[in-house]
Every structure is written in structure tokens, then in C-alpha cells.
């Protein structure tokens, strides 16, 4: 009986080391005449999965909203103002008008961009933003898992990052697909240690989300790691450059409120957003949070997230994935368990998408499918359910 060694070997590029065996062979990909169409075929499987839902819900509920009603809602309504009016002028109280500061502009700016394409149509440049950022995200997820794995382990991914219940956002005009894009472009920079492109990236991905400032703290631990190893002292190039987008926003409004300390105050007022340490998350998950009794469906769905992100980081340890992926992935969850308001938001705990690179890799085969379809079955779930049953923040 002979036993198969796995051996690793440094890739053709610069970067963590990965096994011997792991290009291209037994993937679904590998037959495509472009494996990178693969995860754009599931994307495409995933929006019209997002459809059926739109036009289910309509029926189910007697409501013949159009596509615009379920596209254009909640937060999403902030993003379009924020692209065609831009920030208010003044101080507001917390409104249609007045939240706009606290989204950053990233987003806003690309549908911008896309509606002098339009005609000034900015509901229809949202959508084309949205689509975009969103097939980019699964490439990217792709792509990521691909470098650090093989392409088997990547398709596998990038079915479970489609079809995951917080793929909602794939149908909103919400930045999270977008920040997907960024944070696997800026993580597979850094697996490759091009610290400059990393760095920029990163700035990138701070002016469109809050919460990719992890970015720069997952640079600096790379950064550290780089310079104890092998006196690299470029490596510093990521997290110096990382914060800046976050930085040069709250720059803006500083200036443009004379308070710099503007956005943390309204996301206080407008939606009670600060640091708890996990006490809410924690209540709802053992159902002693007094809210659990009035939104039983929607504490469910946290609950049932909180547990698949606990899964998920450990497969991703399991996995042995290089140290930024894991590290990307286990900050996002817990950013999310210590911030009130947060919590395992489905949304939230997609965005911890490296967290699908590990359960791709150590799910079997016969666990995997269940799952999928699982996912699958929630997300359809959530995107009909949801938008009729405005219960606060969306999932």
C-alpha cells in the first residue's frame, strides 16, 4: 500500500509556497475554453436564481412591484443619492438626505462614472455598476482560490460564495460585491508580495467599505512577517498606503462639516452603530436578546450564520491556507460579532469570503452538495422574503 506526499513548492511568482499538484486537471473549469469563465457562468446561474425570487415574492404576495422596487431599496437609495446629488451641503439630522455621509463614496462614484454612459439614467447605471462589481467578485473569489488551492477547490468556492444567502446584495445596489472585488484583489498582491499594487488596492477598498481597514491590518501583519523573514522592508508599502481612502474620506467630511469626528457621530445616532464587544451577538445567538421574541425569522437567520461562520473559520484553519487569506477571513467575522448592530448578518459574514476557500477545501463531497443547496434554497428565501418584510437593517 503506497501512500500519496503532498509536497510544496514556491509558485512560478513570487509568494507563499502551494502543493506540487495543484494546477489544472479534474476542475469543471479546466473544460471551459476559459477557465475563469466558470465563476461568471455561476454568477449568471446565481442573478437568475435573484429573479426568480423578485418575481416568486410578487406572486406569493399579491404585489406586482417592479424590478426597481427591490433593486432601489433600503440602503441602496443612500448609494444612488450620494451618485447623482452627492453629500449634502450641511449638517442634517439622520434622513434620506442627512445619512448620505455615512457611505462612503467609492460605489457611488463608479455608478457616477457609469451614468454619463446612461444618459443620466443612474438607477439603470446602478445596475450596471452592481452587475460589474459583482462578476468581478466572483472572479476575484475565483482567481484567489485558484492561487492558493487548485482550480477544483476554486470552482467549489465560487459556487459557495454565489450561492451563500447574503448574495442577496448581488441584486441591491449595495457595495459589498465591490469590496468582495477589491479585498481578493488586494489579498492575492499580497500572496504574490507586489506590496505597491496591495497597498493601492487597498486604498481603494478603504474609500468603498469601513470595514476593509482590516486590509491594512492584515498588510501589517504580512508587512511584519516579511521583514522578520526576509528583511523586506518594502513590504511597509501596503499598510502605509492601505488607509488612505478611509483616511482622505473622513478628511472630506472633516473639512466639509468642520468636525472631523462627523461620521462616527451619525453612525451613533443613525443607527445606534458602536463597539459592544459581542454582547449583542452573543444575546441573540443564545436567544436572550429581548428582540428575539418580536423578529423570531430574522434572529434565526443570524443565529444560523453565526454557526456557519464559526464552521467556516475552522475549515479555513483546517485548510492551512497562507496566513493573509485566514487572517482576512477571521477578522471580518469577528468585526462583525463585536460591533452592535452588525452581528452574522448574512451580507456581512459573505464578506468573509475566504472563509468559502477553506470550506471548499476540507467539505466532502457529500456534505458539500447539501450545503449548496442549502445555501441555495436561503438565499432565494431571503431575497423574496426580505423587501416584504422590513423588519431594520437588511440582512
Known amino acids: 500500500m503506497t501512500s500519496r506526499v503532498v509536497s510544496t513548492t514556491e509558485s512560478p511568482r513570487r509568494g507563499w509556497p502551494r502543493p506540487r499538484d495543484a494546477g489544472p486537471g479534474q476542475a469543471l473549469s479546466d473544460r471551459l475554453p476559459v ?69 462612503f463614496p467609492l460605489f457611488p462614484v463608479l455608478i457616477r462614472l457609469t451614468s454619463y454612459l446612461t444618459g443620466g439614467h ?130 472630506y467630511l472633516g473639512q466639509r462639516y468642520h468636525d472631523y469626528a462627523f461620521w462616527f457621530q451619525l453612525e451613533k445616532a443613525g443607527w445606534n452603530q458602536h463597539i459592544d464587544w459581542g454582547v449583542h451577538t452573543f444575546r441573540i445567538v443564545f436567544w436572550a436578546d429581548p428582540s428575539t421574541s418580536r423578529y423570531v425569522v430574522f434572529n434565526v437567520v443570524l443565529i444560523i450564520m453565526f454557526i456557519a461562520a464559526v464552521a467556516g473559520i475552522g475549515m479555513t484553519l483546517a485548510a492551512r491556507l497562507p496566513l493573509p487569506v485566514t487572517l482576512f477571513g477571521i477578522l471580518v467575522v469577528l468585526s462583525c460579532v463585536i460591533a452592535y448592530g452588525q452581528n452574522t448578518k448574512p451580507r456581512f459574514v459573505w464578506s468573509a469570503f475566504t472563509l468559502f476557500i477553506g470550506a471548499a477545501a476540507k467539505l466532502p463531497k457529500v456534505i458539500y452538495w447539501p450545503v449548496v443547496v442549502l445555501s441555495a434554497a436561503g438565499l432565494v428565501f431571503l431575497t423574496g422574503w426580505w423587501p416584504h418584510h422590513v423588519i431594520g437593517p437588511a440582512p
Request: hydrophobic content about 60%; aromatic content about 14%; some cysteine.
Open 122 to 251: 443612474y438607477l439603470i447605471a446602478g445596475l450596471i455598476a452592481s452587475v460589474l462589481a459583482g462578476a468581478a467578485s466572483a472572479v476575484g473569489v475565483w482567481v484567489l482560490a485558484a492561487r492558493v488551492c487548485d482550480r477544483r477547490v476554486a470552482d467549489r468556492a465560487v459556487v459557495l460564495y454565489c450561492f451563500f444567502p447574503g448574495a442577496m446584495t448581488f441584486g441591491m445596489a449595495y457595495s459589498e460585491p465591490l469590496a468582495v472585488a477589491l479585498s481578493a484583489a488586494a489579498l492575492l498582491a499580497l500572496i504574490e508580495r507586489r506590496w505597491l499594487l496591495a497597498g493601492i488596492i487597498g486604498a481603494a477598498g478603504t474609500a468603498a467599505r469601513p470595514t476593509l481597514i482590516l486590509l491594512a491590518v492584515v498588510s501589517g501583519v504580512v508587512a511584519v512577517q516579511a521583514i522578520w523573514t526576509r528583511r523586506d522592508w518594502r513590504a511597509l508599502l501596503a499598510p502605509a498606503l492601505t488607509p488612505l481612502g478611509l483616511v482622505a474620506f473622513f478628511g
Open 35 to 103: 477557465p475563469w469563465a466558470f465563476p461568471l457562468i455561476v454568477f449568471a446561474i446565481t442573478w437568475l436564481l435573484i429573479l426568480a425570487a423578485w418575481y416568486g415574492s410578487a406572486v406569493i404576495y399579491h404585489q406586482g412591484h417592479p424590478w426597481t422596487w427591490h433593486f432601489a431599496f433600503k440602503d441602496a437609495n443612500f448609494y444612488l443619492g450620494i451618485a447623482q446629488y452627492g453629500y449634502p451641503a450641511k449638517l442634517w439630522t439622520h434622513s434620506a438626505i442627512g445619512g448620505r455621509p455615512a457611505f
